[in-house]
């Protein structure tokens, strides 16, 4: 068996992550009051975005997702700046120049400064007239050049890092917030992708999915898991699935247009959640730990891929986000390669696999961990790492 004609491999990343945060965003004023490390220029990209488009070409990876930073498209209410817009149609052009598909994504957590003060996803006209506005802008104004969209990123994450845990702006923890937060950042991804596709490129989401493993057979520990599923697997999949938006804290919501709105579904993986009686716990037990404080385990990749499959099946998914922090790059090599071996596995059980993007080519800014947490495969220097060659050679080989 071979992977599939037209399996898609590639690589993703955030602009705040690779080009540093924009000053007209959100993140901006959160890094300047001290509630994140700066970023600085991030990797460079927007300097070296066409020498990366050409090793990760070399590397046969040719689908790259990225975002188009609205904060530097739109850092006024109706106000476009020229320079960004040709700033990125320079980047997609270039991608395209090298042989890169790339894909676009508009929200990956970070908002225009002007947009979070009047409210952000909390209020509904924010959603329905500017945001909409602003896919619409994106669509035609780099439609032309864009190969596919992933209009939002981790959809089912935003509202509870932005509302519920403080960590990201704008710093609330309010339950009654993030439900709401929730539900209009699952419509507005959903709403996106619908205006997307009249684009003619594919779209697909991102759902950060983890592995829910229950660690005993206690009452409490299935009553648990149920509410995390209900949580975080739930509402972006039922409204895929059913048209109706399922929001813990939110009367459901009919929206049968927005049924099947994605051409892949497509998920973020990089954890399994232990759940016990007594609460969340590392999964296994005996797990290494990351330095984002999560066990490594690539096999809960074959867990997510098999329960979507069962959930929905005959769709085609998309590992949209597949990665490991460390410092240990022969630890990057052996994760790459169980995940790809994962996979395979997956399409040889009949699941409609149509790619593998790894997070993330180049060291970034991540997050509230500055640049101590490495993910890429090619590090800040543009020095390609071994375990770039496992993805390499994975396209070389029948699996």
């Not at 052009?93 to 957590?109: K, V």
Request: charged residues 25%; contains cysteine; negative net charge.
């Amino acid at each position: 068996m071979t992977w599939p004609a037209g399996f898609l491999w590639g690589t993703g990343a955030s602009s705040t992550q690779c080009e540093g945060a924009a000053p007209a965003s959100d993140w901006w004023h959160w890094e300047r009051v001290g509630r994140a490390p700066l970023s600085g220029d991030g990797n460079g990209f927007a300097r070296r975005y066409a020498e990366d488009f050409r090793i990760l070409a070399e590397l046969g990876l040719r689908h790259h997702r990225l975002s188009l930073e609205w904060a530097r498209l739109e850092p006024e209410p109706g106000v476009h700046d020229a320079a960004a817009v040709s700033h990125y149609r320079d980047v997609l052009t270039a991608a395209r120049a090298a042989g890169i598909i790339p894909w676009a994504c508009l929200h990956h957590f970070t908002l225009p400064r002007w947009f979070a003060d009047a409210g952000g996803f909390l209020v509904e006209s924010n959603r329905t007239e500017r945001w909409r506005r602003h896919v619409d802008f994106v669509a035609e104004t780099f439609g032309d050049l864009v190969g596919g969209w992933k209009p939002v990123n981790e959809a089912n994450i935003y509202a509870h890092v932005a509302y519920r845990s403080g960590g990201f702006p704008p710093g609330h923890k309010d339950p009654g917030e993030a439900a709401i937060a929730s539900e209009a950042i699952h419509l507005a991804a959903a709403e996106a992708a619908l205006r997307l596709r009249q684009t003619g490129a594919p779209v697909a989401s991102i759902f950060a999915l983890s592995a829910l493993v229950a660690q005993d057979d206690e009452p409490a520990t299935a009553t648990r898991l149920s509410r995390l599923r209900e949580s975080l697997w739930s509402p972006g999949i039922g409204l895929f699935r059913d048209g109706v938006l399922r929001v813990p804290g939110r009367p459901p919501l009919e929206r049968a247009d927005l049924a099947r709105s994605f051409d892949l579904l497509g998920f973020s993986y990089y954890a399994g959640l232990g759940v016990r009686a007594g609460g969340i716990a590392l999964h296994p037990p005996d797990a290494q730990v990351s330095p984002l404080g999560y066990g490594i385990w690539p096999d809960g990749l074959a867990v997510v891929l098999d329960e979507l499959h069962a959930a929905l099946p005959g769709t085609p998914l998309l590992v949209a986000e597949f990665g490991v922090g460390t410092d240990d790059d022969a630890l990057r090599a052996r994760y790459l390669e169980r995940g790809l071996a994962l996979t395979r596995g997956a399409l040889a059980r009949g699941i409609d696999v149509r790619g593998f993007f790894y997070w993330t080519a180049v060291d970034n800014y991540e997050w509230l961990h500055g640049f101590d947490v490495r993910f890429g495969i090619i590090d800040r220097e543009r020095k390609v790492r071994e375990s770039a060659r496992v993805l390499q050679r994975a396209q070389e080989s029948p699996s």
